[in-house]
């Protein structure tokens, strides 16, 4: 069993870096046209893979899971954004933060359409690739926009929440890799997570 599935993730890993990088793109791009060039700087703003993942997070840690019967787990390098740069910092870290999820959610809509277009069969391995393709895209979509630290959510949840109450948010941070480690390793995460992307895959024509 763990053997089919660590075949699986190989032949799926080029999928995941360039879902990844269109991802970590998005934040880095967004956060340019609103003035911070920390990313472009950093030689992040980018759609090569090489750039974006981690030896650790992307590839090995995610091995681990498999081969301990877990949930694939992992992270991309993160592209480095300074908020304080941004013309309007508190209102532009939301649009930097949306920026990653929507960036997958059309690479979703992308591949599911071409799914559909092709007329491939499920079964085959076109029909395979696009529809793993867009099932990945919206699990990276979903994952990302819960209001976790560090993840995309939180930077939302930041950037709505009155001043006053930031600052007890942000106390969250320090914890926060352990926090989602924790709700990934409990499986808190998939009760919410795949009913969410099993749902949204529906409506795509991809479950």
């Known amino acids: 069993m763990k053997t089919e599935l660590l075949l699986q993730f190989l032949m799926a890993f080029p999928l995941l870096a360039i879902s990844l990088s269109f991802h970590e793109f998005s934040h880095g791009w967004v956060a ?15 759609l ?9 997070g992307t590839f090995l840690l995610p091995i681990l899971f ?14 480095p954004v300074n908020f304080l740069n941004l013309r309007k910092p508190k209102q532009q870290m939301v649009w930097v933060a949306v920026a990653g999820p929507a960036a997958n959610v059309l690479l979703a809509l ?3 359409s071409l799914f559909h277009v092709t007329g491939a069969s499920p079964q085959s391995f076109l029909g395979s690739f696009l529809s ?14 819960l209001p976790l630290p560090p993840l995309d959510g939180s930077r939302i949840v930041i950037g709505l929440l009155p001043s006053h109450l930031i600052g007890y948010y942000r106390r ?13 390793m409990t499986g808190i995460i998939n009760k919410i997570l ?7 895959a529906s ?5």
């Open 110 to 112: 992308f591949f599911a």
């Open 32 to 46: 340019f046209r609103c003035g911070d060039p920390t990313a472009k700087l950093a030689g992040r703003l980018s």
């Open 203 to 207: 409506l795509l024509g991809v479950g």
């Open 66 to 79: 498999i081969l301990t019967f877990r949930t694939p787990f992992g992270w991309a390098k993160p592209v």
């Open 172 to 184: 969250l941070e320090s914890f926060g890799f352990l926090i989602v480690l924790f709700f990934w």
């Open 132 to 145: 793993l393709g867009a099932l990945m895209n919206l699990v990276l979509a979903v994952f990302n926009i």
């Open 48 to 56: 090569n893979p090489l750039v974006h993942i981690d030896l650790w």
């Open 194 to 200: 795949f009913p969410l992307v099993t749902l949204l």
